[in-house]
T-cell receptor, first 109, second 114 residues
């Protein structure tokens, strides 16, 4: 079983749609969580950190459920430019980043 | 400000050849990470350094892989001899500190071993 698991998608949605990605992690000792975004043939870049209380950054909302070891990312009013792969990340007990395989999002006009 | 710099951006080589990938981290970042990304396995951490010292190399696949960081501004990842299964994108990343902070990735080196 992979340490961080995500639905690979692709999610194909129209512009303006709301889309939600889910992720589970297996290591209960994980302390920090992130969503990274990776455009095609580019490097991953931090999208946002995920806090226990949940956090929002514009159209993006991230939530963490420690009891269920579950992380989510909600994108509202999706734009064409949101098309990318979204990588769920958890740290292991020594704070190394463990990446999920990514969920691919395609936003169509 | 310059981000993480990697070279070469693309490398095509033949099985058995030595390959050296290079990375210059962001100035002032104490941590440097080498990752490998493939379709099958996703993004995997190979090794990381703190203040030029290798801390954890448990992700290095086998003895054919080695990494060095002779100073704070330069690191290499070497594969000798290379094999077709080493074909992947290799990313270098740097961070001010390990725990919970953002890692800044370089553009990657796309390696193809024929």
């Amino acid at each position: 079983r992979k340490e961080v698991e995500q639905d690979p998608g692709p999610f194909n949605v129209p512009e303006g749609a709301t889309v939600a990605f889910n992720c589970t992690y297996s290591n209960s000792a994980s302390q920090s969580f992130f969503w990274y975004r990776q455009d095609c043939r580019k490097e991953p870049k931090l999208l946002m950190s995920v806090y226990s209380s949940g956090n929002e950054d514009g159209r993006f909302t991230a939530q963490l459920n420690r009891a269920s070891q579950y992380i989510s990312l909600l994108i509202r009013d999706s734009k064409l430019s949101d098309s990318a792969t979204y990588l769920c990340v958890a740290t292991d007990s020594s704070y190394k980043l463990i990446f999920g395989s990514g969920t691919r999002l395609l936003v169509r006009p | 400000d310059a981000g993480v710099i990697q070279s070469p951006r693309h490398e095509v080589t033949e099985m058995g050849q030595e390959v050296t990938l290079r990375c210059k981290p962001i100035s002032g970042h104490d941590y440097l990470f080498w990752y490998r990304q493939t379709m099958m396995r996703g993004l995997e951490l190979l090794i990381y350094f703190n203040n030029n010292v290798p801390i954890d190399d448990s992700g290095m696949p086998e003895d054919r892989f080695s990494a060095k960081m002779p100073n704070a501004s330069f690191s290499t990842l070497k594969i000798q001899p290379s094999e077709p299964r080493d074909s992947a994108v290799y990313f270098c990343a740097s961070s001010p500190w390990q725990g919970g902070d953002e890692q800044f990735f370089g553009p990657g080196t796309r390696l193809t071993v024929l």
